[in-house]
């Protein structure tokens, strides 16, 4: 019995963890254009993550922005890194093509972690 009620607290503690942490860091509009589907090496992109990541770059590391609103935290490679493999976002809307193709453009990016740590970037359509 001691055993069990042991595993149930190891369940509990590991399922209100980090989730329950993960509050809103910031968020800022971007303009995802055909030249954020390509890495800064010209080869293409085929992951939405990637395209963010690289949409930040361009913003950051280029000084080429498209019409976004800055952000002050993706400043570095190492932040950058973050945005890899923890979007969300819509999949069968949110894709490569449809962003390379400019049917998809200006997004709602909101940025979620604990600890100065990113654990999810959230990619919403957004108007303008």
């Known amino acids: 019995m001691k055993r069990f009620l042991s595993g149930i607290a190891c369940v509990l503690a590991l399922w209100s963890g980090p989730a329950a942490a993960e509050t809103l860091l910031f968020d800022y509009y971007a303009t995802l254009s055909p030249r954020d589907t390509y890495n800064s090496k010209g080869q293409p992109l085929t992951d939405v993550c990637a395209i963010v990541q690289q949409d930040r770059a361009n913003v950051h590391r280029f000084g080429n922005p498209d019409r976004e609103q800055p952000d002050s935290f993706f400043t570095t490679p190492e932040r950058r890194a973050m945005i890899a493999g ?15 193709s400019q049917v998809i453009g200006f997004v709602l990016v909101r940025v979620y972690g604990s600890g100065g740590r990113v654990t999810r970037v959230q990619i919403l359509e957004a108007a303008g």
């Open 86 to 100: 923890r979007c969300d976002y819509q999949r069968g809307y949110h894709t490569v093509e449809r962003i390379r």
